[in-house]
């Protein structure tokens, strides 16, 4: 890791020793946060808000943010999550800087919050194969036929490892929750599917979508690390049970049962 400015671990401190300056930025953010209504546009007011923000605030910052959601505040779990489903958002940070907010934060003790700055681990996977097992067209006839009324080829088409066949499907009005969780829990899968169903303005906020994604072992580790935080107590005991996730996302599930405000 890289060696931390002495201005930020100071900068740190002196958040640690009172918290209030750290408050008031999270307050102004939440409140521009909770003034959107466009789901595109929220996702531009946590933006500028990474980017106004110094290391040493925004690490702050983050970690009242985690400190709140725990306590229930609902509009601080409101914005935790969207950062949650919206893992590029932090990851669209100059690679620099996530490892010197990693390096801070990590030095600091701010946990949790170190966690947010890591990117995707190497994969061992093997490529999936097929675009579409079940429906051999090409792509283009595929992305077309993803609007349609055909209730057996939206069966079909959601086993497509094709994102922008995803995308298609995921913005079909007929779509319904139990399509949506089948391409969350579908593995083998593409990366980049469960990135598009993530990202979904539509299905991003729900909770039984967020849960099958956290639980496939196909997803990138910054977001299920990021939606592991979002678990209902009950599942967050269940990830820590099973053997088929990462080792390091069980270990999350565990830390976050171990505090007493755990949901």
């Not at 999550?81 to 919206?86: D, G, K, N």
């Not at 956290?214 to 299920?224: D, G, K, M, Y």
Request: glycine share 4%; no cysteine.
């Amino acid at each position: 890791m890289p060696p931390v400015h002495p201005g930020v671990i100071s900068r740190l401190a002196s958040y640690q020793a009172d918290p209030a300056e750290a408050d008031t930025l999270l307050d102004a953010w939440l409140r521009r946060f909770a003034g959107v209504s466009d789901a595109g546009l929220r996702k531009t007011v946590l933006r500028e808000g990474l980017d106004s923000l110094d290391d040493a605030s925004l690490i702050a910052v983050l970690d009242q943010l985690d400190r709140r959601a725990r306590r229930g505040a609902g509009d601080a779990r409101w914005m935790l999550t969207e950062l949650a489903v919206s893992p590029g958002v932090l990851q669209e940070l100059p690679y620099e800087r996530r490892t010197e907010l990693y390096a801070a934060a990590r030095q600091l003790e701010y946990r949790e919050v170190a966690q947010r700055f890591l990117g995707d681990r190497p994969t061992t996977r093997t490529k999936t194969g097929a675009d579409n097992p079940h429906l051999e067209l090409a792509s283009g006839i595929r992305k077309s036929a993803a609007r349609a009324r055909d209730r057996n080829l939206i069966d079909r088409l959601l086993h497509d490892r094709d994102p922008g066949v995803i995308r298609g499907l995921l913005d079909n009005p007929r779509l319904v929750e139990r399509d949506a969780v089948k391409i969350a829990a579908l593995r083998p899968t593409a990366p980049e599917v469960l990135h598009e169903l993530a990202r979904h303005p539509r299905w991003s906020s729900n909770y039984r979508v967020r849960k099958a994604l956290a639980f496939n072992p196909w997803t990138p580790t910054s977001l299920a690390r990021q939606l592991v935080r979002t678990l209902l107590k009950q599942d967050l005991r269940a990830l820590r049970d099973t053997g088929t996730v990462d080792s390091e996302l069980r270990a999350e599930a565990n830390l976050l049962l171990a505090r007493p405000s755990a949901i």
